[in-house]
């Protein structure tokens, strides 16, 4: 991939219908489509009869179009007294502008057509979760079928396939798509299509699809409809008990995410954290490269669940400017690759318009000095210095700068002080290039921060006080200022400044004989060192049904911008939820990637 751009659609109009000049085909039949698509589509796959209480129902569109399909089904699924999830996953290499879904569903009285625009991604490439109602999250992946399918990791209860005529679009009408949609279908999984072309029948057929055609709606004759073969049964939900270690920017994301998914769950923290998330606010914007790789476009996608999902967040469109010519000329070059409304060069005047401000507040959590962790073959057990005793079979640690006291990971220790400051001088809102800058109110801000490689001290320092005034003045000459706070606060990130998130195997390949994973730090009392003890379990912990352990950490300077999906993915996990994600994005975002004895096969 090259570009962040989506592909261009190419939609002409003609009597208030849209028409697709790359596949010489409307996007529907003359009148009203919501009647045939409700026949084909949702009616095919007896939705009223198939989705139950307490389960994951996984339907996956290819072609989503302006997504009448989508609202049809959420109509439909809504209607049925049930608290099961529906999982939607809309295909689509080139979406139609957000404008352009707005103008044509603003004449529809259809329900949630407007939490879709409301919810819809700019016009960029990537996977994008969004949550439209508590029982329906929607995945917009715009990317190439070919590309998108084998990252996928589903098993899908319901096809909907309405990429045009199989004549006109052969990427998605191919051997190699029915193939993967037959590898990501569970047993008595279905497929419903207007098309009953011959080259998809037999394709179908040979992916393992029975294929039989049904009466069609209307003039058209007849429709195709699959199954494939076996018993279908629904997707439980499952409903651990995690235990999370820090209540940080981390930690509160996954908490407020096991929340949505109805998961109980303890949430930790101890007064001695040093945590970055010190601090009244946070800039909130896409981490962003000039190759989009799988740090940028999952940057993209958190910013934009972060903006939706994440109630303390202020849209404030965000100033960029650089003192250095050759930063900001990349920055410049970025903007060409990118759409307007993501970031644009107004004659030299970089804005982010959809960026924003975390006024974070940190979740409720039980006070606990932990200096004890051990695993047994089927539970962990956390004891803190009163001896008090939890036991969990989950362990989520959100434990940022103190994630090296409980695992042996190659990590970066960072710390960064900001400052509020009053002044009188008009400011912009929300600025970022050399430094953050974000209003809090009236005339406080807030800059920041410093940034010291390796040092995990917590005290301010005047100097780094007279450091942060400097850039002030550099950027905004004549400004007098009256700094009232100081905060500091450590932060930790990865060799390759990627996220860790996710599942980690750390204590299922330790050796039984290694016991402390904690090591003396000098900002540590050597005290209490001898009693930070994290017990590897024995071999038999290999089973699958052992002690689970999951991390979130090494986000540097953006856990505003990616904690909320990274928490999001941590608790689709938990809860059995088909994946938001790439495949092969969560693999490279995998928290224990750095450990030294990680087997290199694992």
């Given at each position: 991939?090259?570009?962040?751009?989506?592909?261009?659609?190419?939609?002409?109009?003609?009597?208030?219908?849209?028409?697709?000049?790359?596949?010489?085909?409307?996007?529907?039949?003359?009148?009203?489509?919501?009647?045939?698509?409700?026949?084909?589509?949702?009616?095919?796959?007896?939705?009223?009869?198939?989705?139950?209480?307490?389960?994951?129902?996984?339907?996956?569109?290819?072609?989503?179009?302006?997504?009448?399909?989508?609202?049809?089904?959420?109509?439909?699924?809504?209607?049925?007294?049930?608290?099961?999830?529906?999982?939607?996953?809309?295909?689509?290499?080139?979406?139609?502008?957000?404008?352009?879904?707005?103008?044509?569903?603003?004449?529809?009285?259809?329900?949630?057509?407007?939490?879709?625009?409301?919810?819809?991604?700019?016009?960029?490439?990537?996977?994008?979760?969004?949550?439209?109602?508590?029982?329906?999250?929607?995945?917009?992946?715009?990317?190439?079928?070919?590309?998108?399918?084998?990252?996928?990791?589903?098993?899908?209860?319901?096809?909907?396939?309405?990429?045009?005529?199989?004549?006109?679009?052969?990427?998605?009408?191919?051997?190699?798509?029915?193939?993967?949609?037959?590898?990501?279908?569970?047993?008595?999984?279905?497929?419903?299509?207007?098309?009953?072309?011959?080259?998809?029948?037999?394709?179908?057929?040979?992916?393992?699809?029975?294929?039989?055609?049904?009466?069609?709606?209307?003039?058209?004759?007849?429709?195709?409809?699959?199954?494939?073969?076996?018993?279908?049964?629904?997707?439980?939900?499952?409903?651990?008990?995690?235990?999370?270690?820090?209540?940080?920017?981390?930690?509160?994301?996954?908490?407020?995410?096991?929340?949505?998914?109805?998961?109980?769950?303890?949430?930790?923290?101890?007064?001695?954290?040093?945590?970055?998330?010190?601090?009244?606010?946070?800039?909130?914007?896409?981490?962003?490269?000039?190759?989009?790789?799988?740090?940028?476009?999952?940057?993209?996608?958190?910013?934009?669940?972060?903006?939706?999902?994440?109630?303390?967040?202020?849209?404030?469109?965000?100033?960029?400017?650089?003192?250095?010519?050759?930063?900001?000329?990349?920055?410049?070059?970025?903007?060409?690759?990118?759409?307007?409304?993501?970031?644009?060069?107004?004659?030299?005047?970089?804005?982010?318009?959809?960026?924003?401000?975390?006024?974070?507040?940190?979740?409720?959590?039980?006070?606990?000095?932990?200096?004890?962790?051990?695993?047994?073959?089927?539970?962990?057990?956390?004891?803190?210095?009163?001896?008090?005793?939890?036991?969990?079979?989950?362990l989520i640690l959100a434990t940022g700068a103190e994630t090296t006291q409980f695992l042996p990971w190659s990590m970066k220790h960072i710390?960064?002080?900001?400052?509020?400051?009053?002044?009188?001088?008009?400011?912009?809102?929300?600025?970022?290039?050399?430094?953050?800058?974000?209003?809090?109110?009236?005339?406080?801000?807030?800059?920041?921060?410093?940034?010291?490689?390796?040092?995990?001290?917590?005290?301010?320092?005047?100097?780094?006080?007279?450091?942060?005034?400097?850039?002030?003045?550099?950027?905004?000459?004549?400004?007098?200022?009256?700094?009232?706070?100081?905060?500091?606060?450590?932060?930790?990130?990865?060799?390759?400044?990627?996220?860790?998130?996710?599942?980690?195997?750390?204590?299922?390949?330790?050796?039984?004989?290694?016991?402390?994973?904690?090591?003396?730090?000098?900002?540590?009392?050597?005290?209490?060192?001898?009693?930070?003890?994290?017990?590897?379990?024995?071999?038999?912990?290999?089973?699958?049904?052992?002690?689970?352990?999951?991390?979130?950490?090494?986000?540097?300077?953006?856990?505003?911008?990616?904690?909320?999906?990274?928490?999001?993915?941590?608790?689709?996990?938990?809860?059995?939820?088909?994946?938001?994600?790439?495949?092969?994005?969560?693999?490279?975002?995998?928290?224990?990637?750095?450990?030294?004895?990680?087997?290199?096969?694992?």
């Amino acid at each position: 991939m090259t570009s962040y751009r989506a592909e261009n659609p190419e939609i002409t109009w003609s009597n208030g219908q849209p028409f697709s000049e790359r596949f010489e085909d409307h996007y529907w039949a003359k009148g009203d489509p919501l009647a045939e698509k409700a026949f084909v589509f949702p009616a095919q796959h007896a939705l009223d009869h198939r989705v139950r209480s307490n389960q994951h129902f996984t339907l996956a569109e290819i072609g989503f179009g302006f997504g009448h399909n989508f609202l049809l089904t959420a109509k439909q699924f809504l209607s049925v007294s049930t608290n099961a999830t529906l999982h939607y996953y809309a295909f689509e290499r080139f979406p139609p502008p957000a404008r352009t879904l707005a103008d044509y569903w603003a004449t529809q009285q259809t329900p949630l057509a407007r939490e879709l625009i409301e919810r819809y991604p700019n016009s960029i490439k990537g996977w994008f979760p969004v949550w439209l109602h508590p029982r329906i999250r929607l995945v917009f992946i715009f990317d190439d079928i070919n590309r998108a399918l084998p990252e996928l990791e589903a098993q899908v209860d319901a096809w909907y396939l309405d990429g045009f005529k199989p004549a006109t679009n052969p990427e998605v009408f191919n051997a190699f798509v029915y193939h993967q949609m037959s590898l990501c279908s569970k047993a008595g999984a279905t497929l419903s299509s207007f098309s009953v072309a011959a080259g998809l029948r037999h394709g179908l057929t040979a992916a393992g699809f029975d294929v039989m055609k049904r009466p069609g709606f209307g003039t058209k004759r007849e429709l195709l409809f699959a199954q494939k073969p076996g018993n279908w049964a629904p997707t439980p939900k499952l409903v651990p008990e995690p235990l999370i270690i820090g209540n940080g920017l981390a930690g509160t994301a996954i908490s407020r995410a096991l929340t949505r998914y109805s998961i109980p769950h303890q949430l930790l923290t101890s007064q001695q954290a040093k945590r970055a998330s010190n601090q009244p606010a946070f800039n909130v914007y896409p981490q962003l490269s000039l190759v989009p790789d799988d740090r940028a476009l999952f940057s993209l996608a958190a910013h934009h669940f972060t903006r939706l999902h994440s109630s303390e967040f202020e849209p404030a469109p965000m100033h960029w400017l650089s003192t250095d010519p050759t930063r900001q000329a990349r920055m410049a070059r970025l903007a060409e690759h990118l759409p307007d409304d993501l970031l644009c060069d107004q004659e030299g005047h970089l804005r982010f318009p959809t960026a924003g401000i975390l006024h974070w507040t940190p979740g409720d959590a039980v006070e606990c000095d932990i200096r004890q962790i051990n695993a047994s073959d089927t539970h962990w057990l956390v004891r803190s210095k009163d001896q008090h005793e939890l036991a969990t079979d989950t362990l989520i640690l959100a434990t940022g700068a103190e994630t090296t006291q409980f695992l042996p990971w190659s990590m970066k220790h960072i710390r960064g002080q900001s400052m509020v400051f009053r002044t009188s001088t008009p400011l912009p809102r929300l600025y970022s290039g050399d430094f953050g800058l974000t209003h809090l109110s009236k005339d406080l801000y807030l800059i920041g921060s410093t940034y010291a490689l390796d040092d995990r001290s917590i005290e301010p320092r005047d100097e780094d006080t007279r450091a942060l005034s400097a850039k002030l003045s550099a950027h905004f000459p004549g400004i007098k200022i009256d700094p009232t706070a100081q905060h500091t606060g450590v932060r930790v990130a990865y060799p390759d400044r990627v996220p860790g998130f996710g599942e980690s195997f750390t204590h299922r390949f330790a050796q039984p004989a290694w016991q402390r994973i904690y090591q003396a730090h000098a900002c540590i009392p050597e005290e209490l060192e001898s009693n930070w003890i994290f017990q590897a379990p024995s071999r038999n912990s290999q089973a699958l049904n052992g002690p689970r352990c999951f991390a979130s950490t090494g986000f540097g300077s953006h856990g505003a911008t990616h904690a909320a999906l990274a928490g999001e993915s941590i608790a689709e996990h938990l809860a059995g939820a088909p994946r938001s994600l790439p495949r092969s994005m969560r693999h490279r975002f995998r928290p224990d990637r750095f450990d030294p004895r990680r087997p290199m096969k694992n």
